[in-house]
């Protein structure tokens, strides 16, 4: 019975836990605090429990999030003695390079006491997590993400065109570990570990290239067999690495040609 009763405790848990995370749509605002506008109510901006100053993409499912409807982006402070210059905001691109943009906003006074509107000067697209800095409202920040936080990130890891696959791969386990059970994103995974393969498979070949350069630009005929040599032992580098690799062909191809020319060039030194 009391396994029953953990086991339903620890469920219950992981609901309310969810539930914070997702940060419910409220239609009016009772309590103090700092609220995204959405097309259908408010959320409220909850405060980034973790000791960093960004969100880690494992963490994602920690942040409420907020779905505005247009990219208008404009807050409620509801608080007492508030100074609008106690208050920064900053947005952090989903990106694999962590990368902060400062926002600037009007503030105007609302009809209720201690209630003001924050309204960012330029438009805001989904896909950022937006901080909150206030000593007035959060230890160290507060975060919301601006967008459906899933969906948002199945958009940023379908950008097939990124570079630099290997940080995309990093990046994308750890929104798994937020999001264990999107089938998207598993499937992205899947993906990007391919590139990051195929990504490290070239950037190995690229020293079969620079000594094939050598070789090339080499005018004296013992200079280009040292060459050719060095060619040699960088494609069997490569080959054992990667036997079935993007350029094994090529680097196949180049092993008989410097097999070639080094026996001519052994002839005529």
């Known amino acids: 019975m009391i396994k029953v009763l953990k086991y339903l405790l620890g469920g219950l848990l992981m609901i309310a836990s969810v539930s914070t995370a997702l940060a419910k749509v409220i239609d009016s605002i009772d309590s103090y605090g700092i609220y995204v506008v959405t ?54 691109h989903l990106d694999v390079v962590v990368k902060r943009e400062k926002i600037g906003f009007s503030v105007k006074p609302l009809d209720k006491t201690d209630m003001y509107e924050l309204h960012a000067d330029a438009p805001i697209s989904d896909g950022a997590m937006l901080h909150v800095r206030s000593w ?79 070789y090339e630009n080499a005018e004296k005929l013992s200079l280009k067999a040292r060459y050719l040599n060095a060619v040699m032992g960088k494609i069997n580098g490569y080959l054992n690495q990667y036997p079935d690799g993007v350029k094994a062909e090529e680097a196949e191809q180049r092993r008989l040609i410097a097999e070639e020319k080094l026996e001519e060039y052994e002839k005529l030194l």
């Open 136 to 214: 007035l409202l959060f230890d160290r920040m507060g975060v919301v993400m601006l967008g459906d936080t899933e969906a948002e990130l199945v958009k940023f890891f379908s950008q097939k065109e990124m570079e630099n696959a290997t940080a995309v791969t990093q990046y994308l386990d750890d929104a798994r570990v937020a999001f264990p059970d999107n089938d998207e994103l598993k499937v992205l995974s899947k993906y990007w570990k391919s590139a990051a393969k195929a990504e490290k498979d070239i950037q190995a070949y690229t020293y079969v290239d620079e000594k094939w350069q050598q």
């Open 39 to 92: 097309s259908n109510g408010y959320v409220k901006v909850e405060s980034y429990s973790h000791d960093y100053d960004f969100v880690d993409f494992n963490y994602a499912n920690e942040i409420p999030f907020a779905a505005r409807g247009d990219d208008a982006l404009k807050l409620v402070v509801y608080a007492k003695k508030f100074d609008p210059n106690s208050v920064e905001l900053e947005l952090r």
